[in-house]
């Protein structure tokens, strides 16, 4: 055969030979995601059948999926197993403070800027005042108000986010039936793959330095000042609460166990008081010396999951939730100043939380008693 055919031949094979590559390359690489997906399981918001919660269980037993700390270093290969049990936490994965692309708000939600990130830049608190807050005749009044962990989550589902606890909707019918005082709520964002760290206020947690009283402090002299002097808000702790769920709850009640002069009324949803070394968490809560005059407990029955497996972890749970609520008792602290709410079936989401807030915003900010009956 001429040598021009035989190079035309090669020339026209090629393509066909190029194409093969591609599929072969193709197909190795989509192997060896499968094998990716087997050897590190998908954790964090939506992981395993715990819908909203979050990487931190998997984390502290030594999940290979989370690569690295809030302060960017390894994770141990092995982390030592320990007595107490482990539940997932909301979503460490970075969020940014929602914008004007989060989906419809119920209501007047407002953004006020306040320094303090990890960046050093600027933090946006959302800020949601009750219906008729700029109405004529309300121009003088001034409203309690509820300071929230882990904003993305409340008012709005962000892509970044697994649920809402619908704290827009529901305050807004809380307050038109009468059943709850008009009350400012304030969403504080947590800072990404900080928040482990950000809101840990002991070193209870293995492999995270504790920096809680750092949040605590830019709560206490940065964002209440700033929403005082820009909503129009009652002051003194009878009428200042905080609040948040799990490492949220956390960071809120050792905020208001600190600085009972600002804060005294207490939201605290699923405290992770299990997670890691629950002897530290139990010697942290007997060396407070001082409780909110309100607070509100709620847990689920299934903090961990469904699995019947995981029956003991999550009876370790409610009962370190209930042991804290007796603590409470014993302090003085009768049935109108604490509640306790165990959900039967409830894990650790968003959608627990949610269904469980009617009870603690009308428990914490009940209306007032009218006088004249």
Request: charged content about 20%.
């Amino acid at each position: 055969m001429p040598k021009s055919k035989v190079a035309l031949a090669v020339w026209l094979a090629l393509p066909l030979v190029v194409l093969a590559a591609l599929i072969w390359a193709i197909s190795l690489s989509q192997d060896s995601r499968d094998h990716m997906r087997e050897e590190y399981p998908p954790v964090g918001a939506g992981a395993n059948d715990t819908g909203g919660v979050n990487a931190i269980g998997e984390l502290a037993s030594g999940n290979k999926a989370n690569h690295g700390t809030p302060e960017g270093r390894p994770e141990p290969a092995e982390v030592a197993p320990t007595p107490s049990p482990v539940t997932p936490e909301p979503s460490p994965t970075p969020a940014p403070a929602p914008h004007p692309a989060t989906p419809a708000i119920l209501g007047d939600l407002r953004r006020l800027p306040v320094p303090g990130d990890p960046s050093g830049g600027t933090t946006e608190l959302l800020i949601w005042v009750p219906p008729g807050y700029d109405d004529p005749g309300s121009a003088t009044k001034t409203y309690p108000v509820l300071y929230l962990h882990d904003g993305q989550n409340l008012f709005g589902t962000p892509s970044e986010a697994p649920g809402e606890w619908r704290v827009d909707e529901t305050a807004t019918d809380l307050t038109a039936r009468g059943v709850m005082t008009p009350t400012i709520i304030v969403g504080i964002p947590h800072h990404g793959v900080a928040r482990i760290s950000e809101y840990l206020p002991i070193p209870a947690i293995p492999g995270f330095t504790p920096k809680g009283e750092t949040h605590v402090q830019w709560l206490v002299k940065e964002i209440v000042p700033r929403v005082s002097a820009a909503f129009r808000v009652r002051t003194g702790p009878q009428n200042t609460g905080v609040g948040g769920s799990s490492l949220g709850a956390v960071i809120a009640l050792h905020a208001a166990t600190t600085h009972p002069e600002t804060f005294g009324i207490v939201l605290a949803e699923s405290l992770p008081l299990r997670t890691g070394e629950g002897a530290v968490w139990d010697a942290w809560l007997a060396s407070r010396e001082s409780w909110p005059s309100r607070i509100y407990l709620g847990v689920g029955e299934a903090e961990t999951g469904t699995d019947p497996a995981n029956a003991g972890r999550n009876l370790a749970y409610v009962d370190a939730v209930r042991a804290l609520d007796q603590r409470l008792k014993e302090a003085g602290l009768g049935p109108a100043a604490k509640l306790l709410i165990v959900e039967p079936g409830a894990i650790h989401n968003e959608a627990a939380w949610a269904r469980r807030l009617p009870q603690a915003l009308t428990f914490l900010f009940p209306p007032p008693v009218d006088s004249t009956k």
